[in-house]
């Protein structure tokens, strides 16, 4: 029984820490609802970000890049009005 339940735990810790490190959920709307990628980086660069990669991830646009203050960042945007969903702060390799 007592390794039943250190089964349990130990599995239920590793979802969470999927889950930790998963992508956010920016949207609902349809993709024919949201900026053109291109409108979107163009919007980003005139920020101030500094774009290494730009992708499709899941219901976002995500970006690997610098901010304006020169921090290596990953953010999620919400791709309908290029608001920040979720950010994080990467250090340099």
Avoid: N
Wanted: glycine share 8%; hydrophobic share 40%.
């Amino acid at each position: 029984m007592k390794t039943l339940a250190t089964l349990a735990l130990a599995g239920t810790a590793a979802l969470l820490s999927t889950a930790a490190f998963a992508g956010a959920k920016c949207t609902d709307a349809p993709r024919a609802k949201w900026m053109p990628e291109a409108q979107m980086k163009a919007q980003l660069l005139k920020d101030g970000y500094t774009i290494d990669k730009f992708k499709v991830s899941g219901t976002c646009y995500e970006i690997y890049g610098q901010d304006k203050a020169g921090k290596d960042v990953e953010i999620y945007f919400d791709p309908t009005d290029g608001s920040i969903v979720k950010r994080r702060d990467r250090d340099a390799d």
